[in-house]
């Protein structure tokens, strides 16, 4: 993965991994219909959630590490394969045929939990990356600048979703074009990270940057 020193290669990590793009469509089709002030909380409280589920997660992924004495780079193959299948299905869902349309329920505050703040928001393989950036971090310092650009992308996630029907509006082609990319770019990504932590462990040989 991306070393500790590389804080803008960090930042473009939480972003693909955590970042608002992939849940602005999910966020306006789970409140779709709802008035503004339901939107409003199911967004504070999803984000609220999301705090609390990646804290708890980093707590006990590093204990996890530290207990059963995980190697690093199994967890980043672990990370890179979940991240891998996940983007491969988003990029072959664009060539498969549209479902028809189910009829939508009345959303409930319950969706800020699940399905938004978890697995949307906080997913499995962006828990994996930060427990990652942060067993590589060398010093409390370093762990907390990791620990925080993760609440910083969160936050902007936050101020999406209050948004959504503004940033939806204006920027849907845009956000559709930059989704594409974004989840070719995670298919990359989940297979360097599945290359460069098998070089790691001497199962395979090559000449990585």
Do not use: N
């Not at 290669?9 to 793009?21: R, S, T």
């Not at 978890?118 to 590589?136: C, D, E, K, N, S």
């Not at 971090?137 to 936050?155: F, H, R």
Request: aromatic share 8%; proline share 8%; net charge positive.
């Amino acid at each position: 993965m991306i070393g500790p020193f590389d804080w803008q290669g960090v930042l473009a990590v939480m972003v693909l991994m955590i970042g608002p793009i992939k849940i602005l469509g999910p966020f306006t089709r789970l409140i779709a219909g709802a008035d503004p002030a339901f939107k409003r909380r199911v967004a504070t409280r999803a984000f609220l959630y999301s705090v609390a589920a990646l804290a708890v997660a980093v707590s006990l992924g590093r204990r996890m590490l530290a207990k059963f004495d995980v190697p690093l780079p199994v967890l980043t193959l672990t990370c890179g394969t979940i991240l891998f299948l996940v983007a491969l299905r988003a990029v072959l869902r664009q060539y498969a045929p549209r479902p028809p349309a189910k009829q939508v329920e009345p959303p409930t505050m319950a969706v800020a939990f699940s399905p938004l703040a978890f697995p949307t928001i906080i997913t499995p393989y962006g828990i994996a990356a930060i427990i990652i950036l942060v067993a590589l971090a060398p010093d409390t310092q370093s762990e907390a600048g990791v620990l925080g650009l993760a609440l910083l992308v969160l936050i902007v996630d936050w101020l999406v979703m209050l948004f959504a029907d503004i940033v939806a509006g204006w920027l849907a082609p845009v956000l559709l074009l930059v989704g594409v990319v974004l989840s070719v770019t995670q298919v990359a990504l989940g297979l360097t990270a599945i290359l460069h932590s098998l070089h790691s462990m001497a199962v395979i040989t090559l000449h990585l940057p």
